[in-house]
């Protein structure tokens, strides 16, 4: 079924968000929607499943003018949204998960139709390869499990037109895999998807025709085949964009931060960071990287001050920091960015320009960035590795914690590289290759 967003114009105070944006989707194709934060596409989106009506403008599917007032006209009309952050309730099983709101029920009691709806949730996930387990509790899942449930609730629902906002974002790089193909294989059974992203990367591997959206207009619509990297980024930004970090070489100075014979337990009481020592020195970037939930988490917190630790040792500038607070931490000149910034680094009402500022506007001796860009578009990203590099060059001791290879590979001068709470093995930045940090981060090696 033809999807047509024709002309869609809407305003905020003081903000244009949307300015005249027409974009089509026919069936079963996958259309990348790319652009930076702020370009307009969760607005758009979100304008398409009946969160927000358009000032003007029209939207079309099969021809026919359609308008919602509220989100369940858009789903009646087969329109199925997957947000970034996930509406899922964490005690209850993925049947219930996904039968809410939608539920058949029986009796004068009104009694949930379980059975039936168990049935169709098992159809929908061996006919899609979503794979998830109908009788596990959601909180027990993995992220991006999660997701799968997610994916499965717009599709019970009939949606013949799945809007995926940021869908990688929360996701390690085997998970992007799996959604990749169960994108593919839900547009070869006729679904269209609307893939909402900031990653160049992924769209190119991924859509059919990507839209560029920059500041609430449409910048572009190109095949991936007719296009690069370069050219996608140039339009998200309107200028040109360096890709890579420039960057000089290292000169590492005396040791900052010494790790040694760490252990740390996660929530759950199990070992989590399994005797890692690691040393990072005043001038240089050492990356941690791993695919996620391999201990990396804990060993920043417990850097940090946010984790107790169980045995080893922490010392920064030779003082350890075995017990000191997170203040005590910071007083001894180190920042941190932390992995879940919405929830544990933001202020809600500053800018990123006054975040950045915050944490680099006294003398550091080391950076402690877990998962620096994750969730930020190109523009974003090339601004925060510049800032990372000239705090290296300013004599700062830099340690990044990343799932992201392009990003580790990118600005690295050592490569740490974290496997079942252990370090796998370290690499020279300059030589290391995605194939050598791969096969590390899964144990090989």
């Known amino acids: 079924m033809r999807l047509e967003l024709k002309e869609i114009t809407k305003r905020f105070p003081g903000v244009l968000a949307n300015d005249r944006i027409s974009i089509s989707l026919d069936r079963g194709e996958v259309l990348g929607l ?44 087969g329109i199925g949204m997957v947000h970034q952050h996930f509406q899922l309730v964490p005690v209850f099983d993925v049947v219930e998960s996904v039968a809410l709101g939608a539920e058949t029920v029986s009796g004068w009691l009104g009694t949930f ?41 717009a599709l019970y629902r009939k949606s013949d037109i799945l809007v995926l906002d940021e869908p990688s974002a929360v996701l390690t790089p085997a998970e992007t895999q799996d959604l990749f193909k169960i994108i593919r294989g839900l547009a070869a059974s006729g679904t269209s998807v609307i893939f909402i992203t900031h990653k160049l990367g992924e769209v190119l591997e991924v859509a059919d025709r990507i839209t560029v959206l920059r500041r609430g207009t449409v910048a572009g619509t190109v095949k991936p085949a007719d296009s690069s990297r370069k050219e996608l980024a140039n339009l998200m930004v309107g200028r040109d964009v360096e890709l890579l970090v420039s960057k000089g070489p290292a000169k590492p100075g005396e040791v900052v931060l010494s790790v040694k014979d760490l252990l740390v337990m996660d929530d759950r009481l199990q070992m ?76 809600a009402g500053m800018t990123v320009e006054e975040v950045v500022a915050r944490e680099f506007s006294r003398p550091l001796k080391l950076v402690v960035a877990a998962q620096p860009t994750r969730g930020l578009d190109v523009g974003s990203i090339e601004y925060i590795h510049t800032r990372l590099v000239e705090q290296r060059d300013a004599g700062a001791a830099i340690l990044i914690v990343s799932t992201e290879l392009d990003e580790v590979l990118a600005v690295a001068d050592r490569i740490a590289v974290m496997f079942d709470g252990r370090i796998a093995g370290i690499l020279e930045g300059a030589g290391a290759t995605r194939e050598a940090v791969g096969m590390l981060m899964g144990g090989g090696v």
């Open 113 to 153: 139709g379980r059975a039936a709806a168990r049935r169709r949730v098992v159809e929908l996930s061996e006919l899609h390869g979503l794979d998830v387990d109908p009788d596990a509790t959601i909180e027990d899942l993995p992220v991006g499990v999660r997701q799968r449930v997610e994916i499965l609730k």
């Open 272 to 347: 989590a960071v399994k005797g890692v020592s690691l040393d990072v020195r005043a001038g240089e970037i050492v990356a941690v990287a791993g695919v996620h939930g391999n201990g990396q988490t804990e060993l920043v917190e417990s850097i940090v001050g946010l984790r107790t630790i169980d045995s080893g040792q922490i010392t920064i500038s030779g003082e350890s920091v075995v017990h000191a607070s997170p203040r005590r931490v910071a007083d001894l000149g180190v920042a941190h960015i932390p992995e879940d910034r919405m929830r544990d680094g933001l202020i």
């Open 34 to 77: 790319l652009g930076e934060n702020g370009a307009g596409k969760t607005t758009l989106m979100n304008i398409l499943s009946g969160i927000y009506r358009p000032d003007s403008g029209e939207i079309l599917i099969g021809g026919t003018v359609r308008t919602f007032n509220d989100p369940h006209e858009a789903i009646d009309a």
